[in-house]
T-cell receptor
């Protein structure tokens, strides 16, 4: 158990809908990362938050957004869902934003999203 | 463009054998190279990691070999066990930058008894 929690575990929804995925980082970790895992794209970085502030963006679609709250939990919002958004979404956390001894990322169990 | 290239895609090894997975990268700014193990239905779990100031790191049966000049690194699993059957991902990041991980495409390892 990595200490990172994600809810829900599974999510089934229809095209055009909006969903919210939730992540709680390990105790003491200030940085949260979101990754998408799909069969055709593999594991891809979406976005990073550090202590409530957006720090880095990867291949995140404009239909997707995220935020990190004062209690450090994070939410990933996916809107206008398409069939191709079906994937596993992972949250990871690390102590800091990066740098020596702060780089290790611990992954949660993921949310499996199925868009029908 | 895949920033970290991983091979082979799949690997079958006899119990007790050595499993070797290779990765290569282009971006010389990468300064942190972890390996993750993922079982079906689970999140990636950190296995072992190396920084470019050393050429080898060993933890139990797992060893990372790192060749900075060739921009390659590999994972060796000694005395492979059926319980090691999983998908392995290499990754790289720039610790002083965004620290986001760039993953390889994964290797599905099957260890047969």
């Amino acid at each position: 158990d990595s200490g990172v929690t994600q809810t829900p575990k599974h999510l089934i929804t229809a095209t055009g809908q909006r969903v919210t995925l939730r992540c709680s980082p390990r105790s003491g970790d200030l940085s949260v990362y979101w990754y998408q895992q799909s069969l055709d794209q593999g594991l891809q970085f979406l976005i990073q938050y550090y202590n409530g502030e957006e720090r880095a963006k990867g291949n995140i679609l404009e239909r997707f957004s995220a935020q990190q709250f004062p209690d450090l939990h994070s939410e990933l919002n996916l809107s206008s869902l398409e069939l191709g958004d079906s994937a596993l979404y992972f949250c990871a956390s690390s102590v800091g934003p990066g740098g020596p001894s702060q780089e290790t990322q611990y992954f949660g169990p993921g949310t499996r999203l199925l868009v029908l | 463009q895949q920033q970290v290239k991983q091979s082979p895609q799949s690997l079958i090894v006899q119990k007790g054998g050595i499993s070797i997975i290779n990765c290569a990268y282009e971006n010389t700014a990468f300064d942190y190279f972890p390996w993750y193990q993922q079982f079906p239905g689970k999140g990636p779990a950190l296995l072992i990691a190396i920084r470019p100031d050393v050429s080898e790191k060993k933890e139990g049966r797992f060893t990372i070999s790192f060749n900075k000049s060739a921009k390659q690194f590999s994972l060796h699993i000694m005395d492979s066990q059926p319980g090691d059957s999983a998908t392995y991902f290499c990754a790289a990041s720039i610790r002083t930058g965004a620290n986001n991980l760039f993953f390889g495409t994964g290797t599905r390892l099957t260890v047969i008894p």
